[in-house]
């Protein structure tokens, strides 16, 4: 029986992924670049520097700048992100999680949140959902990203669970890569083309039930 769940935030409890898009697409055209949201695919799950540093590879020129100059870029995106996700509301919830999140509170099993982002509790915050979760895992702290298991290593490290007896859920590649290194159960959301390598694959959060995600886990 598994002890611990570890949720991924942007594309799994919520669309934070198009508020993300909306604040870099402002930055991207303070600095003469344009992006859609096909290039947005490749910011979902990175870090807020990694992304900065993806955008300023569009225009050559832009790669020069200062370490100083970046923090300045990264800290404006932030705050035209933190102005959009004032309009998140519980209404924002990806179907069928809280539900998810209900029944895995009324069995007993612990649930952590394994989100990239330093913005994670003010969005689960607005969402409502503050009191499901046992622990977050603090971004500023995780000293390596996904694909790199510590995300998720740090929240079973907190409880002291071996990491074989928890279940990751995500939605992006790296993040699937993150679980399966930590030695952990991975669920995936979103098709086998992208995510081949999880344990277990649904294709919409509406999709997932905590009996047939235990059943998975045990066989
Ligand atoms: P912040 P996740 C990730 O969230 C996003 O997918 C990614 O686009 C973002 O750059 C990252 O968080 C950092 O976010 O700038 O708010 O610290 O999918 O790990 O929940
Ligand atoms: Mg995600």
């Known amino acids: 029986y598994p002890k611990l769940f570890i949720f991924d935030l942007d594309g799994v409890i919520t669309d934070t992924a198009e508020y993300h898009y909306l604040a870099w697409k402002q930055l991207a055209q303070s600095l003469g670049v344009t992006i859609d949201r096909q290039f947005n695919e490749k910011l979902k799950g990175i870090s807020r520097m990694d992304s900065l540093e993806k955008i300023l590879a569009l225009k050559p020129e832009l790669l020069t700048m200062s370490m100083e100059e970046k923090q300045q870029l990264a800290t404006q995106k932030n705050e035209y992100y933190k102005t959009l996700i ?18 895995i509170q009324e069995n007993k099993i ?28 603090d971004a500023a702290k995780v000293k390596r990203g996904k694909p790199d298991p510590e995300t998720f290593t740090v929240a079973a490290d907190y409880f002291g669970f071996a990491y074989a007896d928890c279940i990751g859920v995500e ?7 993150a679980i399966n290194r930590a030695g952990m159960f991975s669920v995936g959301i979103g098709d086998s083309e992208h995510l081949h390598e999880a344990d ?8 997932l039930n905590m009996d047939k995600i235990i059943e998975k886990f045990a066989s």
Request: negative net charge; charged residues 25%.
């Open 171 to 177: 939605d992006s590649a790296a993040g699937i890569e």
């Open 110 to 137: 612990k649930i952590a949140l394994g989100s990239a982002s330093k913005n994670a509790p003010v969005v689960i915050d607005r969402l409502g959902l503050t009191n499901y979760f046992d622990y977050m895992v």
């Open 86 to 103: 004032n309009q998140i509301t519980p209404k924002d919830i990806l179907p069928g999680i809280e539900k998810l999140l209900k029944e």
């Open 200 to 207: 277990y694959l649904v294709s919409d959060t509406s999709q």
